[in-house]
């Protein structure tokens, strides 16, 4: 097993307490060794981080934090699901939707701020495939939603 | 096996036929034992049930019930696939679209009709990872679509 | 295995040289005999081939044409993945988006550029699953974006 847990400690993260659905699903369904979060929203104890579309009520760079603590909210789900996230063998795949305008071209700069922390936390590991799309809205008005699917031992 | 088909028809439904794919693609496919079954829209007996978009030409609550009719779609697909939803293990994943307005918020109630009845149906095996997106638009103009992943025994 | 490769080129195509991800992730990521590929946006040659939405700024006929890029583009890289194409075993899904305003309904029409093609060039391994969607906007402003799910041997 990696020491993925006391990376992100050294990195000064920690991880939240799993967010509740906002409905009648579940956090991640495992099937093998694979691990399917739900769209994680930028919630932080019980708190939307923001609302809106980008760019115009939320900037990108702003959106980028939010897309980290998506992040973190997918790898408390993750632990919860597996016990810990140093069971992670490698993040697959990332689906980052990004509420905005037509015209809006920046989804990816967006996504970067999820793609960007999650190979800071594990590194070659963190490395995956991706879709970054634009949404006309997401749930509970917010501005970035992100599903994960990890590769777990 | 469990018994799901005698539990579908003491809740008083039924599996539709399958729906034509709407393009040069199949309703599902199979790699090991996960199905992916390709989006369903509100479509029963070649009728579309509603267009539109969510609020303004049709409400949450309506939209849940179509939402149901794209689950009952997909599990027909699967019954196609493997033979019965006797053999289902698990519901791995919804992917839920609404075709809604900047602003709208309410994508998770509508995903819900289809969360709920799958869990109506299938119990604990109906628990799974979910994305609910908004979307500008959807094949058609229907107002909901949903893609699931299946897992098989 | 299939040989592959040599109907593509009887066929008159070929593979482009794998597009550079536009931010920090990978182009694709395997996961035992699945290749899960990022989304793919109309790029030949590092040059986007249109932008805008669709019908407005992109007829439904070019974005056919734009889809078949996408599935180009989505080849190269499995074949990077895996060293040829001659080793996919079926594609199991396909997940297309499209650039277009409220009231568009022809996003099937758009995703069979590239169902189309994958038939063509697989037969009947090409055959999949496949959610349409349509997106407020794309990374860059494309047209037309798509992701791929392969299983390999």
């Known amino acids: 097993m990696a020491d993925f847990e006391s990376h992100l400690s050294s990195l000064g993260l920690s991880l939240p307490s799993v967010p509740t659905p906002v409905a009648s699903y579940v956090p991640s ?13 930028p919630i932080r104890d ?23 603590q998506c992040v973190l909210n ?4 993750l632990a919860k699901e597996v ?3 140093d069971r992670l ?27 960007d922390l999650l190979c800071e936390i594990f590194g070659e590991a963190g490395q995956h495939a991706r879709a970054a799309i634009g949404s006309v ?4 008005n917010v501005p970035v939603e992100i599903e994960f699917l990890f590769e777990v031992e």
Do not use: H, M, Y
């Open 29 to 41: 369904a495992r099937v093998g060794n694979l691990v399917f979060v739900s769209g994680q929203i």
């Open 74 to 77: 997918g790898l408390a789900v």
């Open 46 to 68: 019980g708190q939307l981080l923001a609302t809106g579309s980008i760019p115009e009520q939320v900037s990108v760079e702003e959106a980028q934090g939010l897309a980290r």
């Open 137 to 140: 809205a997401l749930p509970l």
């Open 83 to 85: 016990g810990s996230i």
């Open 89 to 115: 063998k490698r993040v697959v795949r990332v689906g980052c939707f990004v509420s905005c305008s037509p015209g809006f071209g920046d989804q990816p700069k967006v996504a970067n701020g999820a793609s």
